[in-house]
């Protein structure tokens, strides 16, 4: 088969680029698409360092850094990238991407992180983030993802099978599109993570610093607990005010590279995440290194951490229920009165390893080949 690979956007090595990756591996000589491309020529090597086709957007003024203002653009750019040629369509979509126009003989495969998050159920927290709910500027972005969400229901018509990378996006793809959605979990690299049992007095968190990551809530809720100690490793828009709310038990480490962070999750006594998102690969990573987490209970993280009340002989970690400080203190006190074993840890996180999700989505594709040509070889019969 031509196969042709098409995604959003390609401006950083992050978890929709991690799928990429291993796309790219499985079709290697496919052909890449995408709304824009500014990955650096000495970064490339995760695309193999393939050439992008783009859009007109690529060009547009300042798209570098300000790109995500020209979503309003983005259906009209993604629609005009010529994928008649192939035989099987990919794309990995959680905006526009799966918006690529496919013909009757050709098939679209959609892997979705998620449907448009701030165009569907995170619309009005998107808004209160932006500080967009009222004015000129509210009602023109009110405007703008009601269009979105008008031109993502029509254009989930042509894709012929939906993959997600979670049971909770599954749920969202049929809230939203009323498609059935395969489940494959994104690709962990697992084997670049080390089990260490011997762990320290310490609690760690990492992440972008932006507002839906909730480390706020993290810092904020342990500066409350000053006889505890929490790292913090990451960046982001949101450093300042999380800076301020820090106590002399937080440190905050800024951004740090993979080995640091590596190095601090392998010693640290639990990993602390606060976001609900669509999977999350930093649970599994701390996992992997044999790190008990304690986590949001909703969104993926109810699927790759297995909870004290869940399986008490396989926890791998506790939940709290509501994004407030005081849930959180109340679980991280309920974390030291249990025993949480780091084989556990490791033996959950290897659920989602890199071998398993290129089993499993090969084995998708051939599916999909074979009920293609029985479907095919009924109708030339009848």
């Known amino acids: 088969m031509k196969v042709a690979i098409v995604c959003d956007w390609l401006v950083t090595y992050a978890g929709a680029e991690r799928v990429l990756e291993q796309l790219l ?10 709304v824009v491309d500014f990955i650096n020529i000495g970064e490339r090597e995760f695309l193999l360092n393939k050439s992008t086709t783009t859009t007109f957007i690529q060009k547009l003024p300042k798209a570098r850094k300000k790109y ?44 979705v992180h998620s449907p448009i998050r701030y165009a569907w159920d995170l619309q009005h927290q998107y808004l209160r983030e932006a500080g967009l709910t009222k004015g000129v500027k509210g009602w023109a972005a009110k405007a703008i993802l009601h269009y979105m969400r008008m031109w993502d229901l029509r254009t989930a018509n042509g894709v012929d099978h939906f993959i997600a990378n979670s049971q909770f996006i599954a749920r969202r793809i049929w809230k939203v599109y009323r498609r059935e959605a395969k489940v494959i979990y994104p690709p962990v690299d697992i084997e670049s993570f080390t089990l260490k049992e011997d762990k320290e007095d310490f609690y760690l968190t990492a992440s972008r610093m932006v507002p839906y990551k909730r480390m706020d809530l993290i810092v904020e809720a342990f500066a409350d607990m000053p006889d505890k100690r929490l790292i913090v490793i990451g960046d982001g828009p949101d450093f300042p005010k999380i800076k301020a709310k820090a106590g002399k038990n ?19 006594k639990a990993f602390v995440f606060a976001a609900e998102e669509d999977f999350g690969i930093t649970p599994v990573e701390a996992q992997a290194c044999g790190t008990p987490v304690i986590a949001f209970g909703k969104g993926g993280a109810l699927e790759t951490v297995i909870g004290i009340d869940d399986n008490s002989n396989k926890a791998t970690g506790i939940f709290f229920k509501e994004q407030v400080s005081g849930s959180l203190i109340k679980a991280v006190q309920e974390f030291e009165i249990y025993s949480i074993s780091s084989e ?39």
């Open 25 to 34: 591996q499985l079709f290697p000589e496919a052909d890449l698409f995408s």
């Open 68 to 111: 995500r203002q020209y979503l309003p653009l983005m259906p009209l750019a993604i629609e005009q990238l010529d994928v008649s040629g192939y035989d099987l369509v990919i794309s990995s979509s959680h905006a526009v991407a799966k918006g690529i126009l496919t013909g009757p003989d050709q098939i679209h495969i959609s892997y």
């Open 250 to 268: 937080v440190q905050l480490l800024g951004y740090q590279s993979f080995g640091v962070l590596k190095d601090y999750m392998q010693r640290a």
């Open 344 to 382: 556990c840890c490791r033996i959950n996180a290897e659920r989602f390893s890199i071998s398993r999700f290129q089993k499993e989505f090969r084995e998708c594709i051939e599916l999909i080949n074979l009920h293609k040509y029985t479907t095919a070889n009924f109708r030339s019969n009848r």
